[in-house]
């Protein structure tokens, strides 16, 4: 067996089955080994302070995400990219110092993948604004401490935003935001009143930091898969958004909505799918975007998709437009197919009172060659597609067949009518 890179060949006779079988678990065991131990660490801090005062204690903690049992790992800490004393999984750092232990932090585990660098301030002043040592992203909890030297009591905390007082308080040295957004990126401010616990000398001293809120993931995009959507076909609608990787494994939720009315509720598909589009499926479609603990939600602009008809709505005629006892009569039905279902067939039947005179097929006319006056009532007619997946029905046309006989007689007694009043004027005008 030669084993070079995860690709391997293996020689196996009818006798030797089991061993080969073994020796290709054996393999893939030692390559899922291996993708489980390059799994990137992470360095974290507690407190959860990415800067602190000289002689404040710290700990940092190499945690590795891992999907095997725990089993002893052996560490290595790095600073500034060098090697450093220690290799447990936390690095204990007491009273610190701005020479000796400020910088870029990185940890790896023996035979594993080394962490992104994790900056530590350790900075020499009398106040300090704290923060988290991480990215800040919409949506995150923030907390912020206005932080003092050792040796001093405070009597009065103000934090700021763009000079903007936001809270003042004799006790709480923190400011909380439990859900930011981006708008709340800015430049931040805090102040104390201190005074040594020996010296009742009072001095007034601050700090800053601006806070960058990231965004976690972009505003979303709505987009159908079909340029033309006509009845009956599959439509389906996309939410598209893009996570930053840094945190690529946020779940993320969409909801699709129809003339802001919902189609279908929050879940983690980020697809909507029509099986068959009827034409009132049309409308004004957006997506809305939400983290699974609601805590950042973004909204799609708004694409009007229209759901063409597979053929014309149906007109029915009647030929010729006075139908006469006797004569013949022709009965059309005309549509118009979609011009991107131009290769489809129709199939016509036609009604008289709601009955049909004539089944389904591939004819759109009907025909009577000698009408007679039970012909008459409302007509209508339905077109269907061969595979019968569409299916439309006319408005409906009274139809009359008139009486020849008695239309002669009718026209006789008029005439005779109109022909006795001539007589009569003529007889009394030549008297007078």
Same mark, same amino acid.
């Given at each position: 067996m030669q084993h070079d890179n995860f690709l391997f060949y293996i020689k196996c006779d009818h006798l030797s089955v089991f061993c080969c079988t073994l020796c290709s678990l054996c393999v893939l065991c030692d390559l899922f080994s291996s993708i489980g /131990?390059?799994?990137? #660490? +992470? +360095?974290? *801090? =507690? #407190?959860n302070w990415g800067n602190i005062l000289y002689y404040d204690n710290v700990t940092l903690i190499c945690d590795v995400p891992s999907t095997v049992p725990e089993e002893p790992r052996t560490y290595q800490w790095f600073r500034n990219k060098t090697p450093i004393e220690g290799n447990q999984q936390n690095l204990y750092i007491i009273k610190s110092s701005v020479k000796e232990n400020r910088g870029y932090y990185q940890c790896q585990t023996i035979s594993g993948d080394i962490s992104d660098p994790v900056f530590l301030n350790v900075e020499y002043s009398y106040v300090i604004l704290q923060r988290p040592p991480s990215s800040i992203y919409e949506g995150d909890p923030l907390t912020l401490r206005c932080h003092h030297v050792k040796d001093f009591n405070s009597i009065n905390r103000k934090f700021y935003k763009e000079d903007q007082e936001i809270q003042s308080s004799e006790s709480d040295s923190t400011f909380h935001i439990p859900n930011i957004r981006r708008s709340q990126? /800015?430049?931040?401010? @805090?102040t104390q009143r201190i005074h040594r616990y020996d010296d009742s000398t009072v001095q007034e001293r601050? %700090? +800053?930091? *601006?806070? %960058?809120?990231?965004?976690? *993931?972009? #505003? #979303?995009?709505i987009k159908v898969t079909l340029s033309r959507v006509i009845e009956g076909d599959e439509m389906t609608v996309t939410c598209d958004t893009r996570l930053d990787p840094l945190r690529g494994g946020t779940e993320l939720h969409f909801a699709f909505y129809r003339d802001g009315r919902t189609v279908r509720e929050f879940g983690i598909s980020n697809t909507y799918r029509v099986r068959s589009s009827q034409l009132e499926d049309s409308g004004n479609y957006t997506c809305e975007v939400r983290t699974a603990s609601d805590t950042v939600r973004k909204m799609s602009d708004g694409i009007y998709i229209h759901i063409h008809e597979t053929f014309s709505p149906l007109e029915i005629k009647v030929t010729p437009s006075r139908v006469i006892e006797g004569g013949d009569m022709m009965v059309r039905c005309d549509t118009k197919l979609d011009r991107f279902r131009g290769g489809a067939e129709f199939h016509f039947a036609f009604y008289r009172d709601g009955r049909t005179v004539q089944e389904f097929s591939v004819s759109n006319s009907y025909s009577v060659r000698s009408a007679q006056l039970e012909d008459s009532g409302?007509? =209508? @007619?339905? +077109?269907r597609m061969i595979n019968d997946t569409r299916r439309k029905i006319s408005h409906g046309l009274y139809i009359q067949i008139y009486d020849y006989t008695a239309q002669n007689i009718i026209r006789l007694v008029i005439s005779g *009518?109109?022909? %006795?009043?001539?007589?009569c004027v003529t007889y009394f005008h030549n008297k007078w």
């Open positions: /131990g390059a799994i990137k #660490p +992470v +360095v974290t *801090f =507690t #407190p990126s /800015g430049l931040y401010k @805090c601050s %700090s +800053v930091s *601006f806070i %960058s809120v990231k965004e976690l *993931f972009s #505003p #979303p995009e409302k007509y =209508t @007619c339905e +077109v *009518f109109i022909l %006795s009043a001539a007589v």
